[in-house]
Nanobody
Framework: VQLQACGGGLVQAGGSLRLSCLAS????????MGWFRQAPGKEREFVAS????????YYADSVRGRFTISRDRARTTVYLQMNSLKPDDTAVYYC???????????????WGQGTLVTVSS
């Protein structure tokens, strides 16, 4: 599975951004996709995930209610709509794919390159 993320940028606090992650290659329908982020000087953390087969979603407490993960019908692209952004959301965001329990555990096998999101105060 190959993943390519894009959509990062600079935004003011309170603003919105949408990240995209294009998936290619062979992936089981039991897989899910997720987003992680790593802020400067901090460990990488889980942000959100979505199952390919059921559209069920899961969010970190820090983003629930502000971020929305979704996918297109072809199951090739996953989006992360980020609203009400805060300076604490500043990080490099990575998309990933694997079985859902591996996503939630933070140990997926397939990663895209990061895309930088900077939220100014």
């Amino acid at each position: 599975v190959q993943l390519q993320a894009c959509g990062g940028g600079l935004v003011q606090a309170g603003g919105s951004l949408r990240l995209s992650c294009l998936a290619s290659g062979r992936a089981s329908s039991t897989y899910g996709m997720g987003w992680f982020r790593q802020a400067p000087g901090k460990e990488r953390e889980f942000v959100a995930s979505i199952r390919w087969s059921s559209d069920s979603t899961y969010y970190a407490d820090s983003v629930r209610g502000r971020f929305t993960i979704s996918r297109d019908r072809a199951r090739t692209t996953v989006y992360l709509q980020m609203n009400s952004l805060k300076p604490d959301d500043t990080a490099v965001y990575y998309c990933a794919a694997d079985l859902e329990f591996l996503l939630r555990a933070g140990t997926p096998r397939y990663w895209g390159q990061g895309t930088l999101v900077t939220v100014s105060s």
